[in-house]
């Protein structure tokens, strides 16, 4: 891993930007999540470490930046909420803009503000006086030290709910209705945790998982009504991946854990699929945000269980065709029939394992 930390801030100048920091902070531990940045956004010096691909696997601190006047501090630097931790996997310059891609790590809990924010580099984004007004300057993306005061990593969720405590109170987020976050996706009756693999689900076929997702109004009593309905849909793609339960989670009050039962398909090879956890009020461009998860699957294949399957149906039909041969009075070379049913047999039985069985 290099020797580098970066501090990537996303801002609420635009919709997406708004989305990416809701996602951060909904998206389970192990996601992927991609930011993007102009060049003139990035210092000269961090450009061409992240062109070259050397910053592969370096430690990530995201976060939101409020540029709103509300959001100023008294030097005129833009306040910044940490969110979450991360790891760079990915980096590309296409054109003049830089994509890099993250996997999501603890949560980031800044309690000491003051001490977070004196440890901060001079270089973040503030507002710069000119002769026209005021201008926006800075960087969104740069190397910071290795430790950050007052901040530290967390995975439980009374931290998510004090970084979102704290988003609430910025202005770019005060329309938001409420918050989620994916709690994680859970295995059998046991409910073993399935932990993210390269940023996908690696899921065992023909068995049942629950997904739980956990919402939250950090502005609401405890004992109100939540007010304008939300909901909540997980769409998965058929037919290695089959919902059991009803896929509508309805946001009906302040708070709530909410669970979503799937069951994966009999795959003999690897195959591939994925789930989408998205609001079902309000689209992209309105003044909330609609939080929209993609989290990729991969269904691992039983070719073992196929291969028995294969080979018990080969032998069943074998044994039934020597049966009704033998069972003649005049019957020919018997070694080449017994060869040949067997084989005709066996094919047939492993044709009915792996051509004709289906997901579910």
Same mark, same amino acid.
């Given at each position: *891993?290099?020797?580098?930390?970066?501090?990537?801030?996303?801002?609420?100048?635009?919709?997406?930007?708004?989305?990416?920091?809701?996602?951060?902070?909904?998206?389970?531990?192990?996601?992927?999540?991609?930011?993007?940045?102009?060049?003139?956004?990035?210092? !000269?010096?961090?450009?061409?470490? &992240?062109?070259?691909?050397?910053?592969?696997?370096?430690?990530?601190?995201?976060? @939101?930046?409020?540029?709103?006047?509300?959001? =100023?501090?008294?030097?005129?630097?833009?306040?910044?909420?940490?969110?979450? +931790?991360?790891?760079?996997?990915?980096?590309?310059?296409?054109?003049?803009?830089?994509?890099?891609?993250?996997?999501?790590?603890?949560?980031?809990?800044?309690? !000491?503000?003051?001490? +977070?924010?004196? %440890?901060?580099?001079?270089?973040?984004?503030?507002?710069?006086?000119?002769?026209?007004?005021?201008?926006?300057?800075?960087?969104?993306?740069?190397?910071?030290?290795?430790? +950050?005061?007052?901040?530290?990593?967390?995975? !439980?969720?009374?931290?998510?709910?004090?970084?979102?405590?704290?988003?609430?109170?910025?202005?770019?987020?005060?329309?938001?209705?409420?918050?989620?976050?994916?709690?994680? &996706?859970?295995?059998?009756?046991?409910?073993?945790?399935?932990?993210? =693999?390269?940023?996908?689900?690696?899921?065992? %076929?023909?068995?049942?998982?629950?997904?739980?997702?956990?919402?939250?109004?950090?502005?609401? !009593?405890?004992?109100?009504?939540?007010?304008?309905?939300?909901?909540?849909?997980?769409?998965?793609?058929?037919?290695?991946?089959?919902?059991?339960?009803?896929?509508?989670?309805?946001?009906?009050?302040?708070?709530?854990?909410?669970?979503?039962?799937?069951?994966?398909?009999?795959?003999?090879?690897?195959? @591939? %699929?994925? *789930? +989408?956890? @998205?609001?079902?009020?309000?689209?992209?461009?309105?003044?909330?945000?609609?939080?929209?998860?993609?989290?990729?699957?991969?269904?691992?294949?039983? *070719?073992?269980?196929?291969?028995?399957?294969?080979?018990?149906?080969?032998?069943?039909?074998?044994?039934?065709?020597?049966?009704?041969?033998?069972?003649?009075?005049?019957?020919?070379?018997?070694?080449?029939?017994?060869?040949?049913?067997?084989?005709?047999?066996?094919?047939?039985?492993?044709?009915?394992?792996?051509? *004709?069985?289906?997901?579910?």
């Amino acid at each position: *891993m290099p020797n580098t930390t970066l501090l990537c801030v996303g801002s609420g100048m635009a919709p997406r930007y708004r989305l990416n920091t809701l996602q951060t902070l909904a998206m389970p531990y192990g996601a992927h999540i991609q930011f993007r940045y102009s060049s003139d956004l990035i210092p !000269d010096a961090l450009r061409k470490k &992240l062109e070259s691909t050397t910053l592969k696997n370096a430690r990530v601190l995201l976060g @939101h930046v409020d540029c709103t006047k509300t959001g =100023r501090r008294l030097n005129g630097y833009c306040r910044i909420t940490a969110c979450r +931790f991360a790891k760079l996997v990915y980096s590309r310059k296409v054109g003049s803009v830089f994509v890099l891609r993250f996997e999501l790590e603890d949560f980031a809990i800044t309690s !000491d503000v003051q001490r +977070f924010e004196e %440890s901060l580099p001079s270089g973040l984004p503030h507002w710069q006086q000119n002769g026209q007004g005021e201008k926006l300057e800075g960087s969104w993306c740069q190397e910071v030290p290795p430790e +950050f005061e007052g901040c530290a990593r967390s995975n !439980d969720i009374d931290s998510w709910q004090t970084i979102v405590s704290k988003l609430k109170k910025c202005e770019d987020f005060t329309r938001q209705l409420y918050y989620y976050t994916v709690e994680g &996706l859970f295995e059998g009756i046991g409910k073993s945790r399935v932990h993210l =693999r390269n940023g996908e689900y690696v899921l065992r %076929s023909s068995k049942d998982y629950e997904l739980r997702v956990f919402h939250w109004d950090p502005t609401a !009593d405890a004992h109100a009504g939540h007010g304008e309905n939300q909901w909540l849909r997980l769409d998965v793609v058929e037919p290695w991946l089959q919902v059991r339960t009803n896929p509508i989670l309805a946001i009906d009050s302040p708070y709530d854990l909410k669970s979503v039962q799937i069951r994966t398909g009999s795959a003999v090879r690897r195959e @591939h %699929s994925s *789930m +989408f956890l @998205h609001e079902g009020n309000q689209g992209l461009l309105s003044d909330r945000i609609s939080v929209e998860l993609y989290l990729p699957v991969t269904i691992k294949g039983t *070719m073992g269980r196929s291969v028995s399957y294969g080979l018990i149906v080969g032998c069943l039909l074998t044994a039934q065709q020597l049966l009704a041969i033998f069972s003649r009075d005049h019957v020919g070379p018997w070694i080449p029939l017994t060869i040949a049913a067997a084989v005709l047999g066996l094919v047939t039985g492993f044709f009915v394992a792996f051509g *004709m069985r289906k997901p579910i």
